[in-house]
């Protein structure tokens, strides 16, 4: 039988895995770095201008052997290019998966029910252009005759995360003079608290959403419309001037009162998460206009070209995924920590949480099966130096094994005195420490007390891997966005689950549907929830008529 149609654990790289880790999982990265001098210049991959050190990682050049061959024996290669190439690999609803398009260059051909779709992708970004220039420039008025001076984004998830993220990335080369905010929550609170110091005459709203049928954002869409339209004097052709789309569903982007001229088309190819390179990304095109933007698309190529054709044991986002998988799979990891040392990736730990997350946290695979072994590691972090504060101390000595991805620039943006070196130390230092931690004789020859010692002692054997690129450019983003979407998409072909799909959100979705009108209704409902759910409905109906 060929190994991509035997089930995972019973593959002969996963078994030789398994065995191998019997062999490799108590040697110290101490011991793999005394044994071999060059280890930390070997243990590297350069490509499209990011460095990747893995070389204090819990693997030997057997690790990294088996783990091809896993990716080998799970048909990663043929996946790759089905996905490129438009296959309909999110098969539980039927779709491309091309997110890889969007990056596209002009001229290139890829196919889906038969038409080149790339024509249709800068159709749509030389529309942006246009608009984010018309807007920019002042050309775009708002109802009054005003400049715009706030743009609004209202979305969701996918439609909320990737430009929250990318605004705060490149605020470095964003128009200062344009005020940009990010409405998501239903929660009131996130609208009221982002509308409160503007002025409807200067705001644009862009209204993102996919299905434009998302709970949220209609809801935030439809306060943001009475907001303007109070504030304007409530001409509803106010609407025209101060709204924008960005959609697949132009029917109800219409039933909603946007002019469809004022909508950005995406297609039903582009997930959600996947979804900040295209039209969702109108208001990181506002921000930093077309070109940053154009160059932010051709750095996620780069890395996509990549992807596609680098050997696998020099293919940056091959590499990480399977070595997440490593730690998963056969270390029994938990979690893993994304630790930018740069403050403008602030968001992109909670960026990576749902692309991560909602991609492969999944327990079924294509087959409909169980998966037989741990899918993804839950995802999260801070910016360093900050969480070297505060929860650091858990990942240097506490009793779990948290493998930590570091991302640090060589230049930073704002240079200032030595803060930048301190910075680059500081993300070093914690590697260095996390790996080789301290011994019980080096803390006893500081002169510390005997009693002390243990409490002093780092264990060190943690893992990290360290990315290292020049300097935070709209390219630099573009190819870290698409470092992750690929390592995400190389471990789910290993699970063989579908990374595109995300029917664990739904359920919750459901039920509230059916909860609204059991707080909101007159008469006292008749209930028939879980004991705990009834309870709560009653607690807060009561209270609210008291309120
Ligand atoms: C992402 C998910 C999800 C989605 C939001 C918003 O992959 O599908 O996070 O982006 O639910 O959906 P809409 O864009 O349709 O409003």
Redesign the pocket.
């Known amino acids: 039988m060929p190994a991509a149609t035997q089930p995972l654990t019973a593959r002969p790289a996963w078994k030789a895995l398994e065995a191998h880790h019997q062999k490799v999982r108590s040697v110290h990265l101490r011991t793999l770095f005394a044994e071999d001098a060059t280890r930390g210049e070997r243990l590297t991959v350069e490509a499209v201008g990011l460095f990747l050190d893995y070389s204090k990682n819990r693997v030997t050049d057997e690790t990294v052997k088996l783990l091809v061959q896993l990716a080998d024996e799970s048909s990663l290669r043929g996946r790759i290019d089905a996905m490129f190439r438009g296959d309909k690999i999110n098969i539980t609803e039927n779709r491309a998966v091309l997110h890889t398009a969007l990056r596209a260059p002009r001229g290139a051909a890829i196919t889906v029910d038969g038409a080149n779709i790339v024509p249709k992708v800068h159709a749509v970004l030389d529309r942006m252009a246009d608009f984010a220039n018309r807007v920019r420039g002042g050309a775009w008025v708002g109802h009054t005759g005003k400049r715009i001076r706030a743009i609004v984004n209202i979305?969701?998830?996918?439609?909320?995360?990737g430009p929250v993220m990318a605004y705060e990335a490149l605020k470095a080369y964003s128009d200062r003079t344009l005020n940009f905010r990010f409405v998501s929550n239903v929660d009131s609170t996130d609208f009221v608290e982002a509308t409160r110091d503007l002025d409807p005459a200067e705001t644009l709203f862009i209204v993102?959403?996919?299905?434009?049928?998302?709970q949220?954002?209609m809801t935030n869409a439809q306060s943001a419309r009475d907001w303007s339209l109070r504030g304007l004097g409530g001409d509803p052709r106010a609407v025209a001037r101060h709204f924008a789309a960005v959609?697949t569903n132009a029917a109800k982007v219409a039933e909603f009162g946007i002019d469809t001229a004022n909508m950005f088309e995406f297609w039903d190819w582009v997930?959600?998460?996947?979804?900040m390179l295209s039209a969702?990304g109108l208001s990181t095109m506002l921000a930093i206009g077309p070109d940053h933007f154009r160059a932010m698309l051709d750095g996620a190529h780069e890395l996509d070209e990549h992807y596609r054709t680098a050997p696998f044991d020099k293919n940056l986002p091959a590499l990480m995924g399977l070595l997440t998988l490593w730690y998963a799979d056969f270390f029994g990891v938990q979690t893993v920590a994304v630790l930018p040392y740069e403050q403008y990736l602030k968001r992109f730990p909670a960026y990576l949480q749902?692309m991560i997350m909602?991609s492969n946290g999944k327990y079924v695979t294509l087959d409909g099966t169980r998966v037989p072994c741990d899918t993804s590691p839950v995802y999260w972090g801070e910016p360093g130096t900050n969480g070297q504060h505060s929860f650091y101390q858990l990942i240097h000595q506490g009793t779990r094994l948290i493998p930590c991805d570091f991302i640090a620039f060589v230049e930073t943006l704002n240079p200032l005195g030595r803060h930048h070196d301190l910075l680059l130390a500081n993300v070093f230092a914690q590697a260095e420490a996390l790996a080789f931690g301290k011994t019980a004789d080096e803390v006893k020859a500081d002169g510390t007390p005997d009693w002390l010692v243990p409490h002093r002692v780092f264990e060190g054997n943690r893992p990290s891997t360290m990315i290292l690129a020049q300097k935070l450019t709209p390219a630099t983003l573009g190819k870290l966005v698409a470092l992750y979407e690929h390592a995400v998409f190389t471990q789910s072909c290993i699970w063989n689950i579908d990374a595109?799909d995300?029917w664990g959100?739904e359920l919750g979705k459901v039920l509230a549907q059916r909860i609204v009108p059991e707080l909101e209704g007159k008469d006292e409902p008749r209930l028939g929830h879980d004991s705990s759910t009834n309870n709560l409905i009653r607690r807060c109906r009561k209270a609210k008529s008291r309120g």
């Open positions: 979305g969701i998830g996918g439609s909320d995360l993102s959403s996919k299905t434009f049928t998302t949220e954002t959609s997930g959600g998460r996947y979804s969702i749902q909602e595109f995300q959100v």
